[in-house]
């Protein structure tokens, strides 16, 4: 062993993607730091805090992880070539790793923070700040698609980022309590038929 009580072949990124699935399935609040210590292949909790701060620190760790894994099909979708297509892949992405049976139902981000008391505010204000710039982008992506005309000019951005943005979280609400994958990819093409056409489109 290591000293902190950490096995010598302890690996950062695994231990990340552990407290992840706890989280994840969890919640923020729901989590104690030795179901942490646990699941991390940790020995105690003074070498979880000397290696990754304290709950509240590890929590933002993992939904940086979580970016960049589970949910790294946001940013692939928002680099697609048009607006349409970035929403599109959005939904559809959300549809697929919500429902990912090597991963909890739904996404951490909805479903982290939940329920919320004082001890939890500051994950709450976290995700809460993710989730709404999340919406800034998808909002700036179509303020940009009308201005190149891909949308008509009295379309309304930012509704429509609202619009797209609630049927993105509704799709891990839906995922967390059953729907199936197909259900989902069929509300997706439900919403996207309110996508904004050109005259004569």
């Known amino acids: 062993m290591m000293a902190g009580g ?3 072949s302890f690996d950062h990124d695994e231990a990340l993607d552990r407290a992840l699935e706890v989280f994840w399935r969890q919640g923020y609040e729901g989590t104690g730091i030795a ?3 646990k699941a991390m292949g940790i020995n105690n909790a003074p070498s979880l805090y000397h290696t990754f701060g304290n709950k509240e620190e590890l929590f933002h760790q993992v939904l940086d992880r979580y970016a960049e894994g589970p949910a790294r099909y946001i940013r ?3 680099a697609r070539p048009t607006a349409r297509e970035a929403v599109e ?3 559809h ?3 697929d790793a919500t429902t990912d ?3 909890p139902r739904g996404c951490i981000t909805v479903h982290g923070a939940l329920p919320l008391s004082p001890g939890a505010r500051a994950a709450h204000d976290e995700l809460t700040a993710r989730r709404a710039a999340g919406e800034a982008a998808l909002r700036d992506r179509l303020q940009r698609a009308r201005k190149d005309g891909e949308i008509p000019a009295a379309a309304d951005p930012d509704g429509l980022a609202r619009f797209f943005t609630t049927i993105y979280q509704g799709i891990a609400v839906q995922a967390a309590g ?3 994958r197909r259900q989902l990819h069929q509300i997706v093409d439900t919403a996207m038929a309110a996508w904004p056409q050109q005259t004569g489109a």
Request: glycine fraction near 10%; avoid cysteine.
């Open 178 to 180: 059953g729907a199936t």
């Open 93 to 95: 992405g959300a549809a």
């Open 35 to 37: 179901d942490l210590t």
């Open 76 to 78: 692939e979708a928002m």
């Open 89 to 91: 892949a959005l939904l």
């Open 101 to 103: 049976p090597d991963h």
């Open 6 to 8: 950490r096995p010598r």
